[in-house]
């Protein structure tokens, strides 16, 4: 008997990215702080774009292991993994899906402003891609 996957902390998480990343990307919004809140606020962003997409892949392969079996998907790289997800319709494009891995691997390098806004930036698209998976996960959890 399969069982559906919880999308709960998903979800939240998606939600929560979103909600950031409105926040911080409202020229508006960010007057109101000064330097240092903006760049607490932005740190707050790829944390919860680093904790999403974590999510996400995970979530993936969680649903290939069921669907397809955990001997198909047991152990590939990332790039197989995105490759079998949009063969499985769960994804759109992998080069999206690789882009946000390359930025996930420098969040440990925000540190450096340059870095950060790149990462940042990848939030920002990342939404609407964990957004669509999350839209494609729920149709097909089944």
């Known amino acids: 008997m399969n069982m559906a996957l919880d999308l709960g902390s998903l979800r939240k998480a998606v939600k929560s990215l979103e909600s950031a990343v409105a926040?911080?990307?409202?020229?508006?919004e960010m007057k109101?702080?000064?330097?240092?809140?903006r760049d607490l606020i932005r740190a707050g962003v790829i944390q919860?774009?680093?904790?999403?997409?974590?999510?996400?892949?995970?979530?993936?392969?969680?649903?290939?292991?069921?669907?397809?079996?955990?001997?198909?998907?047991?152990?590939?790289?990332?790039?197989?993994?995105?490759?079998v997800a949009a063969e499985n319709q769960l994804i759109s494009d992998t080069k999206n899906w690789m882009d946000y891995h390359e930025a996930r691997n420098k969040t440990a390098h925000t540190y450096d402003e340059n870095t950060a806004r790149e990462v940042f930036n990848a939030a920002k698209l990342f939404i609407k891609d964990a957004k669509g998976f999350l839209k494609k996960l729920e149709a097909k959890n089944v």
């Open 23 to 28: 926040i911080a990307d409202s020229d508006e």
């Open 32 to 37: 109101a702080f000064n330097k240092t809140q």
């Open 48 to 83: 919860n774009f680093e904790f999403t997409y974590e999510l996400c892949w995970k979530f993936m392969q969680r649903w290939l292991e069921k669907n397809l079996g955990s001997a198909y998907v047991d152990g590939i790289p990332r790039k197989e993994l995105f490759r």
